[in-house]
């Protein structure tokens, strides 16, 4: 049996004690992970976003700070 992603993320939340992301933090978390991706190999994307957990800020803070970093690299 193959769980959607809103399933799966529930159920793990639950797990682990906390609450999963609103769907307001999921966008910006994806949006996260496809900077990182972008900006460097896929494999940044998910430990990104392990890293804003590490941080204790927000998805949306973390992806404007990732936004930026992407754009120095282009430059």
Same mark, same amino acid.
């Given at each position: 049996?193959?769980?959607?992603?809103?399933q799966? %993320?529930?159920?793990?939340?639950?797990?682990?004690? =906390?609450?999963?992301?609103?769907?307001?933090?999921?966008?910006?978390? %994806?949006?996260?992970?496809? =900077?990182?991706?972008?900006?460097?190999?896929?494999?940044?994307?998910? =430990?990104?976003?392990? %890293?804003?957990?590490?941080?204790?800020?927000?998805?949306?803070?973390?992806?404007?700070?990732? &936004?930026?970093?992407?754009? &120095?690299?282009?430059?």
């Open positions: 049996m193959t769980y959607e992603a809103a799966w %993320l529930d159920q793990f939340a639950e797990v682990l004690g =906390v609450e999963a992301p609103s769907p307001e933090e999921m966008e910006d978390l %994806l949006a996260l992970a496809g =900077v990182a991706a972008r900006a460097s190999e896929r494999t940044a994307a998910p =430990v990104s976003c392990w %890293l804003v957990a590490r941080a204790g800020v927000t998805p949306r803070e973390a992806l404007a700070k990732a &936004s930026e970093l992407a754009e &120095s690299f282009a430059e």
